[in-house]
């Protein structure tokens, strides 16, 4: 089992530069690629982004590219998500995930969080 823990959302601005962060514990962090997708009101949970378990690769959803920031540190058991120009439409509950990488990138985890909050106000 693997247990993971977000944090870092809350009310922003549209523009600002939040960081979520998730915790993992349980099992071997590197074992597993990390991915990070939300879920909109209304709308089905859809992938964000994800990271090999080395960190040498990464994959992003169109509509952040060149906006979020995907990062891990292994030795800390951490994922993080950096999220810049920050939109309304990127209101969602954003939720933390653990799997293969392909796996996350066709939307299916071995593990996931419970999801964490992000408010963009306009």
């Known amino acids: 089992q693997v247990q993971l823990v977000e944090s870092g959302g809350g009310l922003v601005q549209a523009g600002c530069s939040p960081r979520l962060s998730c915790a993992a514990s349980?099992?071997?962090?590197?074992?597993?690629?990390m991915g990070w997708f939300r879920q909109a009101p209304g709308k089905a949970r859809e992938f964000v982004a994800a990271?090999?378990?080395?960190?040498?690769?990464?994959s992003y959803v169109d509509s952040v590219k060149g906006r979020f920031t995907i990062s891990r540190d292994n030795a800390r058991n951490t994922v993080s998500l950096q999220m810049s120009s920050l939109k309304p439409e990127d209101t969602a509950v954003y939720f933390c995930?653990?799997?293969?990488?392909?796996?996350?990138?066709?939307?299916?985890?071995?593990?996931w969080g419970q999801g964490t909050q992000v408010t963009v106000s306009s």
């Open positions: 995930a653990a799997g293969s990488h392909v796996g996350l990138a066709n939307g299916r985890a071995a593990y």
């Open positions: 349980g099992r071997t962090f590197s074992n597993y690629a």
């Open positions: 990271i090999t378990w080395d960190g040498g690769s990464t």
